[in-house]
Each structure stands twice: as structure tokens, then as C-alpha cells.
């Protein structure tokens, strides 16, 4: 009996199905090609679909593949043929949730390219070996934008979770001496 959902990858590819930011947490594909051909396969099955507004959900290859798009970014979950579908969809959304958040909107292909330290840091907050961690697209970016944020940068030019990130240290270091 199986109490925890697991999660075999997180993909998230380009407009031709080429590998933006992806995770794997399963020896299932043992080499970089099996998962090329993989991402390759689950692309094409999948790119004639609308999931634009809402997820959609697929079985292939003895897995559970949830998926949605946006602009020129295709964003994927996959799940053992035995995973309930809801979990891996609330994965989903968290990482579409945040990748939103993280690029203010700006959700396309050249903004995530330029943010790819973010977008690999959001897939460290929501799956851990397989685990999943969080599912709160807000939770998410917020960890995530404090752990890029420069420390350096002013106030100003820092968004309001990481002027608070930023207070919250300064207070923290002055308490503490």
C-alpha cells in the first residue's frame, strides 16, 4: 500500500519539444538518450492537444503524464500508471503557479531561458527525490525568489519578498549580536 504520490519527472520543454529545465527522480531511464527519446515521444503525443487553459492528463507508456502550455513553454508531471492524477496535477499547477509568479507574466520561452537558475530552484522547492515538497505556487516563488535574490541590490530594486527576506536577515544578524 502506497500512502506518499511519487513523481518520475518534471518537464518543462520548448515549442519544438526540446529539454528546457527538466528533473528526473527514477532510474527508469537509465541514460540520456532514453530520456531524450522520452521527452521526444511525450512531445509529439501530446503537441496536437489544446491544454492551454486547463491541464489535460495522458497515459503513455505505463505512466501518468499531466501537461499544460503557455505561450511556447510546455510543462509536464509524470506519475507511475498507478498515481492518482489530482496530485500530479496540483505539481503541475504549483510549478506553472510559480514559473507565473517568478517571471511576472512574462511566461515565454526567452524569459525562462534567461531565468533557468529560477525555474531549476522551483523544481528543488516542489519535488525532492521524488517527494513531493510544496505545491503552492506563491509558497514556491517566495522561497525561491529569496534564494536568488543579491543580497547586494537596494531596497528598491528588490521585490517585496525579498525586501523582506533581506529585513527579515538584518534583523536576524543585529538580534544576534
Excluded at 84 to 100: C, M, P, R, Y
Excluded at 122 to 127: A, G, N, Q, S
Aim: charged share 25%; hydrophobic share 40%; with cysteine.
Amino acid at each position: 500500500m502506497k500512502f506518499c504520490p511519487t513523481i518520475k519527472n518534471v518537464l518543462l520543454l520548448d515549442s519544438e519539444g526540446r529539454r528546457m529545465a527538466v528533473k528526473y527522480y527514477t532510474d527508469e531511464w537509465t541514460t540520456n538518450g532514453a530520456k531524450l527519446a522520452f521527452e521526444k515521444s511525450i512531445f509529439s503525443k501530446t503537441q496536437k492537444t489544446n491544454a492551454r487553459t486547463e491541464a489535460e492528463i495522458v497515459m503513455f507508456e505505463n505512466n501518468v503524464v499531466v501537461y499544460k502550455f503557455i505561450q511556447d513553454l510546455h510543462f509536464f508531471v509524470t506519475g507511475g500508471d498507478d498515481e492518482n492524477e489530482l496530485a500530479l496535477a496540483t505539481v503541475l499547477q504549483g510549478f506553472f503557479d510559480a514559473v507565473t509568479l517568478l517571471l511576472r507574466g512574462n511566461v515565454d520561452q526567452r524569459e525562462a531561458l534567461q531565468n533557468l537558475d529560477m525555474m531549476f530552484l522551483c523544481l528543488d522547492e516542489i519535488v525532492d527525490g521524488g517527494m513531493i515538497l510544496e505545491t503552492d505556487g506563491n509558497m514556491i516563488a517566495g522561497k525561491v525568489a529569496t534564494h536568488s535574490m543579491d543580497d547586494g541590490a537596494p531596497l528598491s530594486e528588490q521585490t517585496i519578498t525579498q525586501a523582506l527576506a533581506t529585513a527579515r536577515e538584518h534583523l536576524t544578524r543585529s538580534l544576534l549580536r
